[in-house]
């Protein structure tokens, strides 16, 4: 019998996420997805450029939620997801990653008894001030199937109690992404159309409403940033959050008169290209931490804390603070290259071990049952 899959893609880090497991679906015999848009992203490089790089095909049923509140969004996904979960009935329901459409359309299978697998599971932050921690513990807390990158989440689950059988080491789906189309982020070569020589720049991402929503701390990492650019050209694909708090506070014209590009959201075969010509990433992103690791560049990153630790114990990654971003960058710029790891199971071949699970869970008698 196939198996019908839903998957979730809402934001631009889900669809990294989503493309590999969709693409290993669409070629097994015994499943078919169906792909999902809960239209939580929709501004075009935010979005639609990003699945066509991936190959992803127009989703069979696209939510149109957009941009609200918390709970505007995360209703709105659960209203409109409910209606499609019960006219499609699926198999299984996959939800990657954190963010709101995650743990609405998580809650929408699990009250309708549709198994519910979660891939990026078990990662903390232990900050519950951030959203997508509320999201990474109501989500993990329901599905049935956790699908895990690390030990450290494997042990983060065990602690809260999920019993073993729930939980599978996959590996890092992001990575399968970059293998997909390593050919065409080698072939281009924006950091060559910005002018900027391969190895001597930075590339910068900040978008976490801890740093880009209140003025004071958004002025400390310009600040930092205009420091860095004395030493190291920047480039810095703005998100739209960071590009209306920036021009609200006249900050974006300080970056731009001291050399910093500014430049809009980039597809993902473009920013990946970006980043695997940097000398170092600086960055509030989760998955720029675990891209960094595997491609072996510095990453800064502007947080206090970070559920991805394994990029710090194994990769490349340092959490740093405003005023300590120049000197760490010095450090990490030094740093010899052979002390970088890449963690077990980052390897590309993340799709194919969920498609096994699901099928072992698939299979006859091991069907999983809702949670007694
Ligand atoms: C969301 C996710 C976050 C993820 C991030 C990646 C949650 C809680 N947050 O945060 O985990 O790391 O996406 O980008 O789910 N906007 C546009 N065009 C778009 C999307 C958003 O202009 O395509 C604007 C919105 O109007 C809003 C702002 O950007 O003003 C923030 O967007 P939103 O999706 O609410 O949150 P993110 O900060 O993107």
Known sequence: MIQRVHLIAAARPNFMKVAPLWHALAAAPDFQPVLIHTGQHYDPNMSDAIFADLRLPKPDHHLGVGSGSHAEQTGGVMIAYEKIALEDRPDWLVVVGDVNSTAA??????????????????????????????????????????????????ENLIAEGVPDERIARVGNIMLDSFELVRPAIEAANVAGELELAQGGYGVVTLHRPSNVDEPAQLERLVVALLQVQKRLPLVFPVHPR????????????????????????????RFMSLVTGAAAAITDSGGIQEETTYLGIPCLTLRENTERPITISQGTNRLVRPQTLACELEAALAAPKHERRRPDLWDGRTAARCLADLRARSGAGALITRAA
Not at 242 to 269: F, H, M, N, S
């Open 105 to 154: 359309c998580a809650m929408v299978a699990a009250k309708l008894h549709f198994p519910v697998v979660h891939l990026e599971a078990g990662l903390r932050s232990r900050d519950r001030r951030m959203p997508e921690e509320i999201n990474r513990l109501v989500t993990d807390a329901i599905s049935d199937v956790l699908w895990t990158p690390s030990p450290d989440a494997d």
């Open 242 to 269: 960071t590009a209306q708090r920036l021009a609200a506070c006249g900050l974006d014209a300080k970056l731009r008169t001291a050399g910093v590009r500014l430049i809009e959201p980039q597809p993902y075969v």
